[in-house]
């Protein structure tokens, strides 16, 4: 049965967080929870255990973060997706978990059905970024900083995209808006397998795992 359902692994150290977050999760056909852990290198062992499809992951937690545990993740062959649990005292942290592969991100006080469907949307390999918690995250990436480290940033994306077509650069500036690929597709009046196919090639070219990240570095090359 669970090889027809989406297996999830939750990681919080609040053993009530993560009982809450089971309670949600078990109550639907399609959703199962394989395993839970309180910190990242626990995280980590379960992960690689229980195989899931989607780990639901706190950024801030003793020993081992999520960040850390995230990028370790997302480094081992045929990783889970990764969707992260913030309550927007960790910015930063969520922010970096995006830059290694993280797919999206829900506040804890997300209201159940959107926790749900933003579980559902990650395990196709779509992101799943709510625009009021976007647009906080935009904030933190471009507020107050080393000058220097936003220039270096903004270099590099610059570089980056520069290895693209025109037509990828317009679908990368679209993504960015968070547009869907059906949306992207009417702005630019292509099809919707172009659209993919644009996609697909600026992963490699740009060497990242995932429209979130290509999102990231064009907010980087604008800062």
């Known amino acids: 049965m669970d090889s027809e359902r989406v297996r999830v692994v939750l990681v919080d150290d609040e053993h009530l967080v993560r009982m809450a977050l089971r309670l949600i999760v078990d109550g639907e056909p399609d959703l199962v929870v394989v395993g839970e852990a309180a910190d990242g290198d626990t995280a980590i ?5 229980q195989r899931p499809d989607v780990v639901l992951m706190d950024v801030r937690m003793p020993g081992r973060d999520g960040l850390s545990a ?12 990764v969707l992260v649990l913030t309550t927007f005292d960790s910015d930063e942290m969520v922010l970096g978990a995006l830059r290694v592969g993280a797919l999206g991100f829900v506040l804890k006080d997300t209201p159940p059905p959107r926790i749900l469907a933003a579980i559902r949307t990650v395990a196709t390999g779509e992101p799943a970024l709510s625009p009021a918690a ?5 904030a ?5 900083h080393s000058s220097d480290a936003r220039r270096a940033s903004r270099e590099t994306a610059r570089g980056l995209l520069a290895t693209l077509t025109d037509r990828e650069r317009e679908t990368a500036s679209a993504i960015a808006e968070g547009l869907s690929n059906t949306d992207v597709a009417r702005r630019l009046d292509i099809t919707v397998a172009t659209v993919k196919a644009h996609t697909s090639s600026m992963l490699a070219k740009l060497g990242v795992e995932s429209r979130v990240q290509i999102a990231l570095l064009v907010r980087d090359a604008e800062a």
């Not at 062992?45 to 255990?49: A, K, L, P, Q, S």
């Not at 976007?134 to 935009?138: F, G, K, M, S, Y």
């Not at 933190?140 to 107050?144: F, K, R, S």
């Open 45 to 49: 062992t379960v992960v690689g255990e």
């Open 70 to 81: 995230t990028e370790e993740i997302l480094r081992r062959p045929d990783p889970p997706r």
């Open 134 to 138: 976007t647009a906080r995250l935009i």
């Open 140 to 144: 933190a990436a471009t507020g107050p």
